[in-house]
């Protein structure tokens, strides 16, 4: 069964930084695509970034841009977003998916979603 | 990145159909057949309902449908259930290999 498992939300102060985690199992880490997407309190999904199969490609969305850093660890099974220089607007459930595959195709999709961590940006 | 366009709320009875659309630009939406819709419940992560504009999961039920025209996408809910309640969010690969999502959609079920 594909899980992956977030970790490494808390309260932070802005300006400050933190380091998710994202642990994957029940299938082939290092062949599959992963994701970070956000969810503030109350409101709708925002993509956060994207990392690919073996970390040579890394895409961001503008409001993070220059801030986050995606990054994988094949070796731990284990997905990263580190974000650096936090602001308020940052507060929101962090979730990590992976690509959707099936059979021996994978598609443009977020097909496995955690259950997310709280990063939670306040003094 | 501008978010897709979708209504706030969309309601129907039980065994009713209804549709929630998704309007986005000619550099998302508009170019590319990656167009995705995800049910959230309350507390709950996202779940994969449609992939690639009308592909539908294994596991996800055939009264879930979704097409596309132009630069709206849609997705249809038939035969509406009382556990179809839930945010529905629609969403798209763009021209600079990222995604942009929808605002979401509540469906209530009367």
């Known amino acids: 069964e594909v899980q992956v498992v977030e970790s490494g939300g808390g309260l932070v102060q802005p300006g400050g930084s933190l380091r998710l985690s994202c642990a994957a199992s029940g299938f082939s880490f290092s062949t599959h695509a992963m994701y970070w997407v956000r969810q503030a309190p109350g409101k709708g999904l925002e993509y956060v970034s994207t990392?690919?199969?073996?970390?040579?490609?890394?895409y961001y969305a503008n409001s993070v841009k220059g801030r986050f850093t995606i990054s994988r660890d094949n070796s731990k099974n284990t997905l990263y977003l580190q974000m650096d220089s936090l602001r308020a607007e940052d507060m929101a459930v962090y979730y990590c998916?992976?690509?959707?595959?099936?059979?021996?195709?994978?598609?443009?999709?977020?097909?496995?979603w955690g259950q997310g961590t709280l990063v939670t940006v306040s003094s | 990145q501008s978010a897709l366009t979708q209504p706030a709320s969309v309601s129907g009875s039980p065994g009713q159909s209804i549709t929630i659309s998704c309007t986005g630009i000619?550099?998302?939406?508009?170019?590319?057949?990656?167009v995705s819709w995800y049910q959230q419940h309350p507390g709950k992560a996202p779940k994969l309902m449609i992939y690639?504009?009308?592909q539908r999961p294994s596991g996800v039920s055939d009264r879930f449908s979704g097409s596309k025209s132009g630069n709206t996408a849609s997705l249809t809910i038939s035969g509406l259930q009382a556990e179809d309640e839930a945010d529905y969010y629609c969403s798209s690969y763009t021209s600079s290999s990222t995604y942009v999502f929808g605002a979401g959609t509540k469906v209530t079920v009367l």
């Open positions: 998916a992976r690509v959707y595959c099936s059979y021996l195709n994978c598609y443009e999709t977020l097909g496995y």
């Open positions: 000619s550099s998302d939406v508009g170019d590319y057949n990656y």
């Open positions: 690639d504009v009308s």
């Open positions: 990392i690919s199969s073996n970390g040579g490609r890394k």
